[in-house]
């Protein structure tokens, strides 16, 4: 068995776990899916140990070694590159005003925060929660370095870098009612929120009669609003935790969610490309998701 392990080959294995595939694992590395394949088979023989559960040449997994594995390889690659950034980018250092739409909060995307502030501790962050609408026009006045935002459409953001898309599905409690009763009961956001404005849109456009039930300022609020039973909500499929499910019937669609980071003048400084690559491998990271059923409304 080896006794030094390659770095190269652990990002490879970070990569797969973090992507679910080998292909998209290929395409954050710069590589080849062959090249990714064949650094798992020499990662694999030095450890004489399997690491992921394949079946037909499609990836179905982490095995026990690998798990264990990856907790190493994820604090190895870690200080390697707090390391390398210390001594590549000495100079590292200032004030970075940075805006967050609270989506972001509730993605866990907090902990990018954490883990920028240890690897460059010498830039000072600035962080604001707001609307996505509002954080882009401070961007655009210079007030902010950058912002990561939501935006909602078919069609790749023109302005921006996009990171993320997801589906946008009408939510409601496991066990309620309110999807079934017209006018529909909505637990919705302040004025100027896009989910807001997209949801009336919709309903208005299929001809559903709709309410107000709830109006909230965070998505906690909206959660216990679902959970009690009092209404339904478009949220992003990723925001959907414990006690909630997907209404997949008679109510119109929605269209997927974008997650785009806006930067101003300073957007080339190291430091806001740092961030912004770390809040987009975050989102390309597995999510928690529960198990969730889409269910019919009951007549």
Known sequence: M??????DLL???VAIAECGSFSLAAARLGRTQSAVSLQIKRLEEQLEKPLLVRSQGRLEGVTEEGLLLLDYARRLLRLNDEAIGCFAEPDLAGSLRVGLAEEV???????????????????KLALECDLSARLAARVESGELDMALIKRIGERPTAAGRSLWREPMVWAAGAQ?????????PLALFQEGCIFRVIAQAALTQAGMP???AFAGHSHTG??????????VSPLPLSLLGEGLVRISEDLPPLPEVEWVALTGPSGEW???QRLIAMFEARLWAPQPWPAIAARAVAA
Not at 2 to 7: G, P, T
Not at 105 to 114: I, N
Not at 222 to 231: K, T
């Open 2 to 7: 080896a006794r030094h392990l390659d770095l």
């Open 11 to 13: 990002r490879a294995l």
């Open 105 to 123: 909060m509730e993605r866990d995307l907090g902990s990018v925060v954490a883990e920028f502030h240890q690897a460059y501790p010498r830039v």
């Open 176 to 184: 309620s009612s309110a999807a079934a009763e017209r006018p529909l």
């Open 210 to 212: 709709w309410r107000l």
């Open 222 to 231: 909206i959660r216990h609003a679902l959970r009690a039973g009092l209404a």
């Open 270 to 272: 190291p430091a806001v």
